[in-house]
């Protein structure tokens, strides 16, 4: 998409977001948006960050790292969102490159992200994703275990996790389970809801989402 495309479509989400809040679930929690880059360059990432965007999510530590910190240094206010699975060779340079991890997905990620908090002396916001389709393919924590798995993090790592996230199956209807995420996270105790992408983010939003992560419909299709 052209320069000014990019920016009108931001201003568009922007709009739809600030209208479904009036409408939202959970009225005194403002959504945040999240610009997803990934397979996007400068180009396409300069307008936006021009127009005041400042949450921008990948999916991959190693595209992040090529693209990031050159703007970075540029718009020192930007905050980055890791919204793609974690391997644990990468939890390392992860965290130096990210300011939110969406994607704690297992016991071996937590461990080494609170090892790697400590040493890197890093406070990084935390979210854990939910399989909320108990999709065999999918990451993420299965429902029934989200409970255990916070207070794990809580009681033995010492990680404060302050949401869930979730991606809907694809042929599934999303409110069924923004509502399941919502109601997970309040058993759980946390108050962040990380959920809805270009096509649901408006629904996302009335169910409460803390955060919507909208690639597409700001940047145009990936190819
Ligand atoms: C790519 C991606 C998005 C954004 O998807 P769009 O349909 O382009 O808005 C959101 N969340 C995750 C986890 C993604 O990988």
């Given at each position: 998409?052209?320069?000014?495309?990019?920016?009108?479509?931001?201003?568009?989400v922007n709009t739809t977001i600030n209208h479904a809040q009036k409408k939202s679930l959970r009225p005194n929690i403002s959504t945040q948006l999240i610009?997803?880059?990934?397979?996007?360059?400068?180009?396409?990432?300069?307008?936006?960050?021009?127009?005041?965007q400042q949450h921008?999510?990948?999916?991959?530590?190693?595209?992040?790292?090529?693209?990031?910190?050159?703007?970075?240094?540029?718009?020192?206010?930007?905050k980055?969102?890791?919204?793609?699975?974690?391997?644990?060779?990468?939890?390392?340079?992860?965290?130096?490159?990210?300011?939110?991890?969406?994607?704690?997905?297992?016991?071996?990620?937590?461990?080494?992200?609170?090892?790697?908090?400590?040493?890197?002396?890093?406070?990084?916001g935390?979210?854990?994703?939910?399989?909320?389709?108990?999709?065999?393919?999918?990451?993420?924590?299965?429902?029934?275990?989200?409970?255990?798995?916070?207070?794990?993090?809580?009681?033995?790592?010492?990680?404060?996790?302050e949401g869930?996230?979730?991606?809907?199956?694809?042929?599934?209807?999303?409110?069924?389970?923004?509502?399941?995420?919502a109601?997970?996270a309040?058993?759980?105790?946390?108050q962040g809801l990380s959920m809805g992408?270009?096509?649901?983010y408006e629904?996302a939003v009335r169910f409460g989402a803390s955060w919507v992560?909208v690639?597409?419909?700001?940047?145009?299709?990936?190819?």
């Amino acid at each position: 998409m052209h320069f000014d495309q990019i920016t009108t479509a931001l201003e568009n989400v922007n709009t739809t977001i600030n209208h479904a809040q009036k409408k939202s679930l959970r009225p005194n929690i403002s959504t945040q948006l999240i610009a997803v880059s990934k397979t996007y360059k400068d180009v396409a990432i300069l307008p936006a960050l021009q127009a005041g965007q400042q949450h921008f999510g990948e999916n991959r530590v190693q595209e992040a790292a090529q693209k990031w910190p050159p703007l970075r240094a540029q718009f020192p206010e930007l905050k980055l969102h890791l919204i793609g699975p974690l391997q644990s060779n990468k939890i390392a340079q992860a965290l130096s490159l990210f300011d939110f991890i969406h994607t704690i997905d297992r016991e071996k990620i937590a461990r080494g992200i609170a090892r790697e908090i400590k040493k890197q002396n890093k406070k990084p916001g935390l979210l854990v994703q939910v399989n909320t389709g108990c999709e065999p393919q999918k990451f993420g924590i299965e429902p029934n275990d989200v409970k255990s798995f916070i207070k794990f993090c809580k009681e033995e790592l010492q990680l404060e996790i302050e949401g869930l996230m979730c991606i809907p199956p694809v042929d599934e209807e999303a409110a069924l389970h923004f509502s399941l995420l919502a109601k997970l996270a309040d058993e759980a105790g946390v108050q962040g809801l990380s959920m809805g992408m270009s096509g649901d983010y408006e629904k996302a939003v009335r169910f409460g989402a803390s955060w919507v992560r909208v690639g597409t419909a700001i940047f145009g299709s990936r190819n």
